[in-house]
């Protein structure tokens, strides 16, 4: 039987058969303000408090504080599960960034057993690429390319691990660095556009490698208390 990981937010897992494929990483895209954020955080956090399982956040945009009162304002008390070691939310500078912190993120994730992490976001490390990977001179799109992809691989080798990979996008291609959507084993979609309802944003699986997804276009709604996808009528 196949395994997968319940988002458990509302609306989401039905789409994909009943939840994310354990161990695979997946492409979260969208366009600015969209919530790829907000999503992710309720990714970690039902996991910690619904299905006892321990999430990392890894921030190259945020700081902490920044997302604990924006995790805060849904009701979500991530500084308590942080400190009893069931939710870890890193902040990371880009200027600290190094060839190898991959393999630091890996070993942290073995060590400490956990099972959701989140990568905030590829887009930020792709403008960013570490300085020892090659002269600033010699930085073209395909160094940008290839540190992506060593990156996603690297990380696809957490068999027990569900990641998230944020990115942004314009509004007509799927990541910025034009290579994670084709690595990755799976790519969700947000946008801002209205279906017509009350909702402005819509959510959409474009990929997720062995499930029979639901393609349709839904209505994706910021509450009170997170995230909902909305079926379509
Ligand atoms: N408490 C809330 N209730 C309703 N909507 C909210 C709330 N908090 C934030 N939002 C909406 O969510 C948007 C931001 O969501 P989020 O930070 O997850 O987006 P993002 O896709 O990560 O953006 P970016 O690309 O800038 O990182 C805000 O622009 C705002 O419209
Ligand atoms: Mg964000």
Redesign the pocket.
């Known amino acids: 039987m196949r395994s997968q990981i319940k988002t458990i937010i509302p609306g989401f897992d039905e789409l994909v058969e009943g939840g994310l494929p354990k161990g695979k990483c997946i492409l979260l895209s969208?366009?600015?303000?969209?919530?790829?954020?907000?999503?992710?955080?309720q990714y970690i956090y039902n996991g910690a408090t619904k299905c006892r399982e321990k999430g990392m956040y890894i921030s190259f945009?945020?700081n902490k504080q920044n997302l604990f009162s924006?995790a805060k304002?849904?009701g979500w008390n991530m500084e308590k599960f942080e400190k009893e070691k069931k939710i870890f939310i890193k902040d990371i500078p880009v200027s600290d960034l190094k060839e190898n912190t991959v393999k630091e993120f890996i070993t942290y994730v073995k060590e400490n057993n956990i099972t959701r992490l989140v990568i905030?976001?590829l887009s930020a490390l792709a403008i960013n690429i570490p300085s020892t990977y090659t002269k600033l001179t010699e930085i073209n799109d395909l160094f940008v390319k290839r540190f992506i992809y060593n990156f996603i691989n690297e990380l696809r080798t957490l068999k027990d691990t569900t990641t998230l990979l944020?990115s942004?996008t314009s509004n007509d291609g799927l990541s910025m660095d034009g290579v994670s959507e084709f690595i990755c084993d799976g790519v969700i979609l947000?946008t801002y556009e209205s279906l017509g309802g009350d909702y402005s944003r819509t959510l959409r699986v474009r990929k997720m490698r062995e499930i029979n997804i639901d393609e349709d276009i839904h209505p994706l709604e910021?509450?009170?208390k997170g995230i909902k996808i909305h079926a379509l009528d």
């Open positions: 969208g366009t600015p303000g969209t919530g790829k954020t907000i999503f992710s955080l945009e945020e924006q304002k849904f905030d976001s944020i942004q947000i910021i509450g009170s």
